[in-house]
């Protein structure tokens, strides 16, 4: 693949992951998409949210045990 083939096909991901995906993502693919210039700040936004729902969830288990 090429760098611009392999940033379409994060793009295209991107899109299904922000309408699925519920965990934050690895701090590496962070590091990668930011590489090709597709992270932004509407994905940091995100990702911010995501883990503080992450932190939220691993709360509540601690809470119940």
């Known amino acids: 693949f090429k760098a611009d083939q392999i940033g379409v096909k994060v793009c295209r991901d991107l899109k299904y992951a922000e309408s699925f995906w519920?965990?934050?993502?690895?701090?590496?693919l962070i590091r990668f998409l930011k590489e090709l210039g597709i992270w932004n700040d509407?994905?940091?936004?995100?990702?911010?949210?995501?883990?503080?729902?992450?932190?939220?969830?691993?709360?509540?288990?601690?809470?119940?045990h």
């Not at 519920?22 to 590496?28: E, T, V, Y």
């Not at 509407?42 to 119940?64: D, G, P, V």
């Open 22 to 28: 519920l965990m934050p993502f690895h701090p590496g």
């Open 42 to 64: 509407k994905w940091e936004a995100w990702q911010a949210k995501r883990l503080e729902e992450e932190a939220a969830r691993i709360a509540a288990f601690k809470a119940a």
